[in-house]
């Protein structure tokens, strides 16, 4: 079951209010939100319920065994090995198997071998990479001491948490589970935030991803001898876009539903981290761009040159360094030092300061 479909619409709008119904008794809550999840999940196949419960299972095992104390630095760190191999494990044979079988069939066919691995047509579950990595941060953080062990029922409504189980986003247990506590206030819900967010992920979804893959993207990577190198271009950063749009869409959709059930995820500054990298960068081209420009005005007037003579270093045996040249003009960029002191003002400062993603 994905967001933007009549189903999902109609499964919400029975379990919102049978939600909020059953808010103040915090254990048949929880137990509803598990069942309800393991439906949204089991929608499209129900084999994958036993995937996630195993998943569920697996991961709270090591990490209440992580959160004993007294346990020795070695058995933390094995323990935590062990529990990583077992995910990527997980992943691993649903995602890579086909792919390293095939190319193993391949290979040996070349030399007159038999196929060393059996071909199989793995079936992928949804979201199995977003549920498993949130598992592994789960079992990571407590063992770097970052948060402790939850509760069975809280680990397992962390793990199968509908609106960010196929899709994300990736949250931490330390920033959702702590929410299941006490019961939500549903005098201080976000409402319109949510539908805003809900909407406007629903438009991304729909509007721009599904429009630019089904005018764009798939009759060009369908049929691409077919098309011209500038179609191909287009279709290769058209994907980049849809690829963006999907993942951003199904993000804003669930950090809104979660807010209409009175949970809140954390925040993603992301878009607002690269649109400051990227207009510091510009800052930086334009103030190289004009930099250039100008030097090129200086050689092309001659006549404007201070007759001051240019000294060369490697020629001077005096005081004279090479900043000393040309009064008041910058010697990397050609311009005037004030004007240049002005731009970097207006620039932020250095430009090399790079800005975390």
């Not at 103030?287 to 020629?315: A, D, L, N, Y």
Request: with cysteine; proline share 7%.
């Amino acid at each position: 079951m994905i967001f933007p479909t009549i189903q999902f619409a109609a499964f919400f709008a029975l379990v919102l209010p049978i939600s909020w119904l059953l808010m103040p008794r915090a254990r048949l809550w929880k137990l509803f939100i598990i069942a309800a999840s393991y439906v949204f999940y089991g929608y499209a196949d129900w084999h994958f319920v036993f995937l996630l419960a195993g998943c569920t299972i697996w991961n709270q095992s090591m990490g209440v065994a992580l959160g004993r104390p007294r346990l020795p630095e070695r058995m933390r760190t094995l323990l935590l090995g062990l529990a990583l191999a077992g995910d990527l494990g997980l992943l691993g044979w649903f995602k890579y198997y086909g792919f390293f079988a095939s190319n193993f069939a391949t290979l040996s066919a070349k030399f007159g071998l038999a196929a060393p691995l059996p071909l199989l047509q793995v079936a992928l579950p949804v979201g199995i990479s977003f549920y498993t990595f949130q598992a592994m941060s789960y079992v990571i953080d407590i063992r770097r001491g970052r948060s402790k062990p939850a509760g069975w029922l809280d680990f397992a409504v962390y793990a199968s948490f509908f609106p960010h189980l196929i899709a994300g986003p990736i949250v931490r247990a330390s920033e959702l589970v702590p929410q299941f506590a006490t019961p939500r206030d549903p005098t201080k819900i976000e409402a319109a935030r949510a539908f805003e967010l809900i909407v406007g992920g629903l438009l991304k979804k729909v509007v721009l991803a599904d429009m630019i893959a089904s005018k764009l993207v798939d009759p060009v990577f369908g049929s691409p001898n077919l098309h011209s190198r500038v179609d191909i271009i287009a279709a290769v950063y058209g994907y980049a876009i849809q690829i963006y749009c999907d993942f951003s869409a199904y993000s804003d959709m669930a950090i809104g539903l979660a807010l209409l059930l009175g949970f809140q995820f954390p925040a993603n500054d992301a878009a607002q981290r690269v649109s400051a990298r990227y207009s510091r960068s510009a800052a930086c081209v334009t103030r190289g761009i004009v930099g250039r420009s100008t030097k090129k005005g200086w050689q092309s007037r001659p006549e404007r040159i201070p007759s001051t003579p240019i000294i060369s270093p490697s020629h001077s045996s005096g005081s004279l360094s090479s900043h000393e040249q040309i009064p008041g003009l910058d010697p990397d960029g050609g311009q005037p030092v004030e004007r240049r002191s002005q731009e970097a003002q207006v620039s932020g400062g250095d430009c090399h300061r790079s800005v975390p993603l």
